[in-house]
């Protein structure tokens, strides 16, 4: 089992910059890839950005390209999410996601509510 805990959400203007932390727990929480998904009311979940716990690679959807960083601290087992020149069409639920190499997630956090306002 692993546990994941968002937090850092919050209200913010268009143009600001927000870090969004996931903090893991469980035995075998080094093992999985970590990821980063984002869902609106009436819409499915979308995936943001994903890496491996050892940091080496990571992945972005083309919407965040440029403008989120992804990292992960292996001895906290905590992973960030930096997002930059937040616009308002990022306001969503941000969740966190732990997976085995090629499958689908297979732990997911509670969600933390990110809002830009224009």
């Known amino acids: 089992q692993v546990q994941l805990v968002e937090s850092g959400g919050r209200l913010v203007q268009a143009g600001d910059s927000l870090r969004l932390t996931c903090a893991a727990s469980?035995?075998?929480?080094?093992?999985?890839?970590m990821a980063w998904f984002r869902q609106a009311p009436g819409k499915e979940r979308e995936f943001v950005a994903h890496?491996?716990?050892?940091?080496?690679?990571?992945s972005y959807a083309d919407s965040v390209k440029g403008r989120f960083t992804i990292s992960s601290d292996n001895a906290k087992s905590t992973v960030y999410l930096q997002m930059n020149g937040l616009k308002p069409e990022d306001t969503d639920v941000y969740y966190c996601?732990?997976?085995?190499?090629?499958?689908?997630?297979?732990?997911w956090g509670q969600g933390t509510q990110v809002t830009v306002s224009s």
């Open positions: 890496i491996l716990m050892n940091g080496l690679r990571t």
């Open positions: 469980g035995r075998t929480a080094g093992r999985y890839v």
């Open positions: 996601a732990a997976a085995l190499a090629g499958q689908a997630p297979a732990y």
